[in-house]
């Protein structure tokens, strides 16, 4: 299975942005069924930083504190889509965004895709 992230872009503070994760891979992945998606970001020079996450079975979701009341993980089983619409977007929430998935059974997310780039200007 592979993740990729799309949607990044510059935009200014205030804004909003929604990104897309898309998998692909042999064979088709039709459904991520126990997995957990995850949204992550990064800036160079710090850790990689948990953002949200969804129970892709039950539509659970987690939230990092400073993305509460602003961002939304939501997931479409449909297509096997998962997306981070992130609204009233800071400065500091300029990074590159990763998703990944965490296997079923697995301790941490064992699958990553390539990452988009998220800068919000003042």
Request: net charge positive.
């Amino acid at each position: 299975v592979q993740l990729q992230a799309s949607g990044g872009g510059t935009v200014q503070a205030g804004g909003s942005l929604s990104l897309s994760c898309a998998a692909s891979g042999a064979p088709p992945v039709t459904t991520f069924s126990g997995y957990v998606m995850g949204w992550f970001r990064q800036n160079p020079g710090k850790e990689r930083e948990f953002v949200a996450g969804i129970y892709w079975t039950t539509g659970r979701t987690k939230y990092t504190d400073s993305a509460k009341g602003r961002f939304t993980v939501s997931r479409d089983k449909a297509n096997s889509v998962v997306y981070l619409q992130m609204n009233n977007l800071k400065t500091e929430d300029t990074a590159v965004y990763y998703c990944a998935a965490r296997s079923p059974g697995a301790d941490e997310y064992d699958v990553w895709g390539r990452g988009t780039l998220v800068t919000v200007s003042s």
